[in-house]
């Protein structure tokens, strides 16, 4: 099963997600908090994120959470989607200027040198 | 049973895909299915449960709880409720027999938190499942996953709880059994029942209304409830929290999610009530141990997931 690389550029944070793996499920098993862990089904919309780039296969989930005029704008839950290619995503809701001001100081963050 | 409203007989639960939900209830959560009907529903009951079913799933985009629905002593109990409803000021749907096969007429109306519940007095008596009604063994053979032995409450978050519990203490006869009071006197998490138990249902206050937190499956002993997280393990189940203890009703429980989002809890022990008793009373300021007991702090996934 091919992997792929999830970038979160509200936090920074990316890991990687097997094409046969929800991008929640991957995030958690790698110890990762940056998208929120609801019901992990679909249900109860607290997974929600923005796919800002990459393709993916989409699972069930709540109409009340992600109506269709959201999924056309690429609002998903994490818990139901399964990667097809690298992704980049984003948290929702988020201002833009927080999405910047947060992604530009993870940048700083993960560049700095280990010692 | 101050005024003929006995238990639980039923919750129908919205699920996103019900091939999925049927393997979540019956192999893990170890419910029976009965029967499946035309619109696609699927009914299912536990073992120790005298009637045809207790849960009843449909299949939609939008998971959830539809209704909750409560068995009431006979005919002219229903009667009276129905008039008392009305009086009330709430409005009453008649749903003919047969809308859910097996059942007799059902009587629905919408509380203040904007959610649905029935009464009905008649569904198929088809025995405990699995044993005898002479000389009964102590439980079947052939149950699966936890054994889940009854539906026993749910849980519901939603606005206007004063207005909820006036229709379920005078209207209905429940009593308080636990409440949750805040600092300005406000009564946030109410704990009902028309039995012993400690809760036949139960409603904490969120602005959002008609959401479901959880429903509730009855086991025997801790020692169940640990195997059940043994399943969830081994089933690679969405787990909330638990196995651990609730401050209200001390019950010992584990809660978990359905394939579709929806939160269930299998539970045991637990304290009891007579109508005498005094409303048990827990502090916002110790919501966390009220809710678990050995973490003492608040759990926000539990406290704001939903469906």
New interface residues.
């Given amino acids: 099963m091919p992997a792929y690389q999830v970038f979160n550029r509200t936090t920074g944070d990316s890991f990687t997600c097997n094409g046969d793996q929800s991008v929640l499920k991957a995030m958690e098993l790698v110890g990762k908090k940056c998208v929120p862990v609801g019901c992990r089904g679909g249900g109860c919309g607290f997974c929600k994120i923005r796919v800002v780039e990459g393709d993916f296969e989409c699972g069930k989930m709540s109409k009340a959470h992600v109506p269709p005029e959201a999924l056309a704008q690429g609002e998903v839950l994490a818990c139901r989607i399964y990667p097809q290619a690298d992704l980049t995503i984003e948290c929702v809701p988020q201002p833009v200027d927080a999405i910047v001001e947060q992604a530009t100081r993870a940048k700083q963050t993960t560049t700095r040198p280990m010692r | 049973m101050k005024k003929g409203v006995m238990r639980p007989g039923h919750v129908q639960i919205r699920v996103?895909?019900m091939k999925e939900a049927v393997e979540h209830y019956t192999d893990l959560v170890g419910l029976i299915e009965t029967d499946r009907d035309d619109q696609g529903r699927v009914y299912l009951k536990a073992w120790t449960e005298v009637d045809k079913f207790s849960v009843v799933l449909r299949e939609t985009?939008?998971?959830?709880c539809d209704f909750m629905g409560f068995k009431v002593l006979d005919e002219d109990t229903l009667v009276s409720l129905t008039q008392g409803l009305k009086d009330f000021g709430l409005e009453v749907e008649e749903i003919p027999a047969e809308e859910l096969k097996g059942c007799g007429r059902r009587v629905r109306f919408t509380v203040a938190s904007g959610h649905a519940f029935e009464l009905y007095a008649d569904k198929e008596y088809t025995g405990k499942w699995g044993v005898t009604e002479v000389n009964p063994e102590a439980w079947p053979r052939g149950l699966s996953g936890m054994k889940a032995t009854r539906f026993d409450h749910a849980l519901f978050y939603g606005p206007n709880l004063p207005e909820v519990l006036d229709v379920f203490t005078n209207v209905l006869g429940f009593h308080l059994a636990e409440q949750v009071m805040d600092p300005d006197g406000n009564r946030i998490a109410q704990f009902l029942t028309a039995s012993m138990k400690e809760h036949d249902i139960a409603f904490i206050h969120s602005d959002e209304p008609g959401q479901l937190h959880h429903t509730s499956y009855y086991l025997e002993t801790w020692d169940d409830v640990l195997r059940a997280a043994d399943l969830i393990s081994m089933t690679d189940t969405?787990i909330?929290i638990g196995p651990t203890r609730h401050g209200l009703t001390h019950g010992k429980t584990i809660y978990f999610?359905?394939?579709?989002?929806?939160?269930c809890e299998v539970f045991c022990g637990g304290d009891y009530t007579y109508p005498d008793h005094k409303p048990v009373t827990w502090t916002a300021d110790e919501l966390g141990k009220a809710i678990f007991y050995h973490d003492r702090v608040l759990n926000e996934?539990f406290l704001?997931?939903?469906?």
């Fill in positions: 996103l895909d985009d939008q998971p959830g969405s909330d999610f359905d394939p579709s989002g929806n939160r996934r704001t997931v939903l469906t």
